[in-house]
C-alpha cells in the first residue's frame, strides 16, 4: 500500500517538475551557466528541483532528499528522494525535446521507485523492480539474443574514451547493428520500452543512476556499472537484456 501511495506521488512531482519546465524550452534568451564540474545549469533546473523539494518537505516531512542543484537533505532517513531535475541540460537548452526529469527513491539505500519524465514528449515511465510502466502500460526490454541485431545507445561518444575503455566501446559499436547518440534518460526508457537494447554511460552520478535501476529492473532488464558491479554503488551504467548483458560486458572490459 505504501509503495501504491509513493508511486502516486511521483505522479504529482513530475507533473510539478513539468509545469516550472515547460515555458522555459526552448526560449532563445535561455540563460545557461556552466558549474565547477562542466556541467550546465540553467534557471529551469534550479526552480524544477526547489519546487519538487517543496512538495516532498511538505508531503513527508521525515523523509530525506538527494538532488543534483541542492545536494542532501536528512540523507539518513529511511526514505531518500532523488532527483535530477534536467537530465540532459545540453539537449534542453539546445530546443532539443529528449531530456527528461528523473525521480527515485530509496528505501534504506536501498532503489524501490524510479521514474523518467519526458515533459515536451508527454510520456512518464515508473519501475518498481518488478513492473515498469510507460504512461500506463506495461512494457519490457526486448527479447534480442544476438548483438548483431541490437541498438546502441549512448548519450557522448567523445566522453567515452576519458572515464572508460575506449577499444572496448569501439569492438562493441562494430558488432551492433545500430548506434545512435539517443542518450541521457531517454537512452534508457527506450531501452525499458523496448525501443533499443543497450544504452551506456561511462561517468554517471547517484541521481542519474539511482532511478533507473527499478525502471530497468521491472522491464526484465540487467542494469550494472560498465565493468558489471552494483549499479547503486557506481558512477557509469549498462543496461540492457539479461541475454546480451555478459556479452557485452565481455567486450568492455576486455
Same mark, same amino acid.
Given at each position: %500500500?505504501?509503495?501504491?501511495?509513493?508511486?502516486?506521488?511521483?505522479?504529482?512531482?513530475?507533473?510539478?517538475?513539468?509545469?516550472?519546465? =515547460?515555458?522555459?524550452?526552448?526560449?532563445?534568451?535561455?540563460?545557461?551557466?556552466?558549474?565547477?564540474?562542466?556541467?550546465?545549469?540553467?534557471?529551469?533546473?534550479?526552480?524544477?528541483?526547489?519546487? %519538487?523539494?517543496?512538495?516532498? =518537505?511538505?508531503? &513527508?516531512?521525515?523523509?530525506?532528499?538527494?538532488?543534483?542543484?541542492?545536494?542532501?537533505?536528512?540523507?539518513?532517513?529511511?526514505?531518500?528522494?532523488?532527483?535530477?531535475?534536467?537530465?540532459?541540460?545540453?539537449?534542453?537548452?539546445?530546443?532539443?525535446? #529528449?531530456?527528461?526529469?528523473?525521480?527515485?527513491?530509496?528505501?534504506?539505500?536501498?532503489?524501490?521507485?524510479?521514474?523518467?519524465?519526458?515533459?515536451? #514528449?508527454?510520456? #512518464?515511465?515508473?519501475?518498481?523492480?518488478?513492473?515498469?510502466?510507460?504512461?500506463?502500460?506495461?512494457?519490457?526490454?526486448?527479447?534480442?539474443?544476438?548483438?548483431?541485431? *541490437?541498438?546502441?545507445?549512448?548519450?557522448?561518444?567523445? @566522453?567515452?574514451?576519458? &572515464?572508460?575503455?575506449?577499444?572496448?566501446?569501439?569492438?562493441?559499436?562494430?558488432?551492433?547493428?545500430?548506434?545512435?547518440?539517443?542518450?541521457?534518460?531517454?537512452? &534508457?526508457?527506450?531501452?525499458?520500452?523496448?525501443?533499443?537494447?543497450? %544504452?551506456?554511460?561511462?561517468?554517471?552520478?547517484?541521481?542519474?543512476?539511482?532511478?533507473?535501476?527499478?525502471?530497468? =529492473?521491472? *522491464?526484465?532488464?540487467?542494469?550494472?556499472?560498465? @565493468?558489471?558491479?552494483?549499479? @547503486?554503488?557506481?558512477?557509469?551504467?549498462?543496461?540492457?537484456?539479461? %541475454?546480451?548483458?555478459? =556479452?557485452?560486458?565481455?567486450?568492455?572490459?576486455?
Amino acid at each position: %500500500m505504501q509503495m501504491k501511495e509513493f508511486t502516486e506521488f511521483i505522479y504529482i512531482l513530475a507533473e510539478k517538475s513539468a509545469e516550472v519546465i =515547460r515555458p522555459y524550452f526552448a526560449q532563445a534568451n535561455l540563460d545557461v551557466e556552466v558549474k565547477e564540474d562542466h556541467t550546465l545549469v540553467t534557471r529551469a533546473d534550479r526552480e524544477a528541483e526547489a519546487a %519538487m523539494r517543496t512538495l516532498i =518537505r511538505k508531503t &513527508y516531512p521525515h523523509h530525506g532528499i538527494l538532488g543534483e542543484e541542492f545536494g542532501p537533505e536528512n540523507a539518513s532517513a529511511e526514505f531518500v528522494w532523488t532527483l535530477d531535475p534536467i537530465d540532459g541540460t545540453i539537449s534542453f537548452a539546445s530546443g532539443c525535446p #529528449l531530456f527528461g526529469t528523473l525521480i527515485g527513491l530509496l528505501q534504506a539505500d536501498r532503489p524501490v521507485l524510479g521514474a523518467i519524465h519526458h515533459p515536451i #514528449l508527454n510520456q #512518464l515511465c515508473i519501475g518498481n523492480n518488478t513492473e515498469t510502466t510507460l504512461n500506463g502500460r506495461a512494457v519490457q526490454l526486448r527479447e534480442v539474443h544476438h548483438l548483431s541485431d *541490437a541498438t546502441l545507445l549512448t548519450t557522448d561518444i567523445a @566522453s567515452v574514451g576519458k &572515464y572508460q575503455k575506449q577499444d572496448g566501446f569501439e569492438k562493441l559499436l562494430k558488432q551492433t547493428r545500430l548506434f545512435r547518440t539517443w542518450g541521457d534518460c531517454y537512452g &534508457y526508457l527506450l531501452v525499458a520500452s523496448g525501443g533499443a537494447d543497450i %544504452m551506456l554511460d561511462p561517468i554517471m552520478n547517484p541521481w542519474d543512476i539511482l532511478p533507473l535501476i527499478p525502471i530497468i =529492473r521491472g *522491464a526484465n532488464g540487467a542494469i550494472t556499472t560498465w @565493468s558489471g558491479t552494483e549499479a @547503486s554503488k557506481g558512477n557509469s551504467c549498462l543496461a540492457t537484456n539479461k %541475454m546480451l548483458h555478459p =556479452r557485452v560486458l565481455e567486450i568492455l572490459n576486455a
